[in-house]
C-alpha cells in the first residue's frame, strides 16, 4: 500500500502560480512513476503531469506545457507540481496518483490516490 497526501492547493488570481506538493508514505517512493491528475466538476478526471521513477522521463497533457513543472524528490518522497500562469480553466480538485509498473497517462492506470487539493483560479 501506498499513501499519498496532497497540499498546497488554494485561490489564486489568473497569472497567478502555486506549487502542489504529494508526500507519499508506506512503499520505496523511488519504486513508483507518479502522475498528477486534474477533475473539474460535470468533467472526466484527466492526466496533467507523470514522471518515472528517477525523473528521466516525463509527460505533460498538452493543455498545461510550457506552464506546469512536474518534479519529484525521492529524499523526501515528494511529486511537486509547479503551476505557472494558471488560467481559469485549471480551476480543479488535483489528485496525485502512484503506479509501480507504469507511468500513469490515464486514470485507469493510476493503482493508487491521494484524497485530492482544490485549486481555484480567479479571473
Known amino acids: 500500500q501506498v499513501q499519498l497526501v496532497e497540499s498546497g492547493g488554494g485561490l489564486v488570481q489568473a497569472g497567478g502560480s502555486l506549487r502542489l506538493s504529494c508526500q507519499a508514505s508506506?512503499?520505496?517512493?523511488?519504486?513508483?512513476?507518479m502522475a498528477w491528475f486534474r477533475q473539474s466538476p460535470g468533467k472526466e478526471r484527466e492526466s496533467v503531469a507523470a514522471i518515472s521513477w528517477t525523473g528521466g522521463r516525463i509527460h505533460y497533457a498538452d493543455s498545461v506545457k510550457g506552464r506546469f513543472t512536474i518534479s519529484r524528490d525521492n529524499t523526501k518522497n515528494t511529486v511537486y507540481l509547479q503551476m505557472n500562469s494558471l488560467k481559469p480553466e485549471d480551476t480543479a480538485v488535483y489528485y496525485c496518483a502512484a503506479n509501480a509498473f507504469r507511468m500513469p497517462m490515464s486514470p485507469k492506470d493510476a493503482v493508487y490516490w491521494g484524497q485530492g487539493t482544490q485549486v481555484t483560479v480567479s479571473s
Open positions: 508506506g512503499r520505496i517512493f523511488s519504486d513508483y512513476f
